[in-house]
């Protein structure tokens, strides 16, 4: 069963730094982008940027561009997420998504998420 | 950055009674070269993450009941829910993938009246 398996609960300390994995099963890796989505409690969606793990390259929201850092080891089929500089604000759950790649673009809907992760920041 | 607008931010809807909701681009998301509208919808239950519903605007996902079904083009777009079950209350979202930073609507929330 193909799945993306997030890690577990993190609670940090403002100003730290957390780093969020997503495993996934199955094939993939070869075919498909994978991207981190938050969601501040009781609040909508918001895009963090992506990664095509066959090529490496990552793309950010402008809006994380200093903060975030977005990689894959494909020999374990990981992407994972590193949040630096962390605050309050930061508080959210976590998820990874998968939208395919086709031969051309890999700007399609995401079609499996992961579980979520929720990342809890507080003194 | 495109923004996504959705309408109305809740409603309820009488079992078996249609549910609407709108979503509007802040520019159009229809790609002249596949001539595809680049949105999604996705249903969010309390405590799971998203799940796809609808893509290139009017594509159900498999496995998705037939009740659900997406429409519109280039900036202005509609999921409708033919006959609300109890099951379908969750929070919509519509969602552009036409370009980066991906983005979402704002949500809708969908109850039983």
């Known amino acids: 069963q193909v799945q993306l398996v997030q890690s577990g609960a993190e609670v940090k300390k403002p100003g730290s730094s957390v780093k969020v994995s997503c495993k996934a099963s199955?094939?993939?890796?070869?075919?498909?982008?994978i991207s981190w989505v938050r969601q501040a409690p009781g609040q909508g969606l918001e895009w963090m940027g992506g990664?095509?793990?066959?090529?490496?390259?990552?793309n950010y929201a402008q809006k994380f561009q200093d903060r975030v850092t977005i990689t894959a080891d494909k020999s374990t089929s990981t992407v994972y997420l590193q949040l630096s500089s962390l605050r309050s604000e930061d508080t959210a759950v976590y998820y990874c998504?998968?939208?395919?790649?086709?031969?051309?673009?890999?700007?399609?809907?995401?079609?499996?998420w992961g579980q979520g992760t929720l990342v809890t920041v507080s003194a | 950055d495109i923004v996504m607008t959705q309408s109305p931010d809740s409603l309820a809807v009488s079992l078996g009674e249609r549910a609407t909701i709108n979503c509007k681009s802040s520019?159009?998301?229809?790609?002249?070269?596949?001539?595809?509208?680049?949105l999604g919808w996705y249903q969010q239950k309390p405590g799971q993450p998203p799940k796809l519903l609808i893509n290139w605007a009017s594509t159900r996902e498999p496995g998705v009941p037939d009740r659900f079904s997406g429409s519109g083009s280039g900036t202005d777009f509609t999921l409708t829910i033919s006959s609300l079950q109890a099951e379908d209350v969750a929070v919509y979202y519509c969602q552009q993938y036409y370009g980066t930073p991906f983005t979402f609507g704002g949500g809708t929330k969908v109850e039983i009246k």
């Open positions: 520019q159009s998301i229809l790609y002249s070269s596949n001539n595809k509208n680049y």
């Open positions: 990664i095509i793990p066959v090529f490496g390259t990552p």
């Open positions: 998504a998968r939208a395919y790649c086709s031969s051309t673009t890999c700007y399609s809907s995401f079609d499996l």
């Open positions: 199955g094939d993939t890796f070869s075919s498909y982008a």
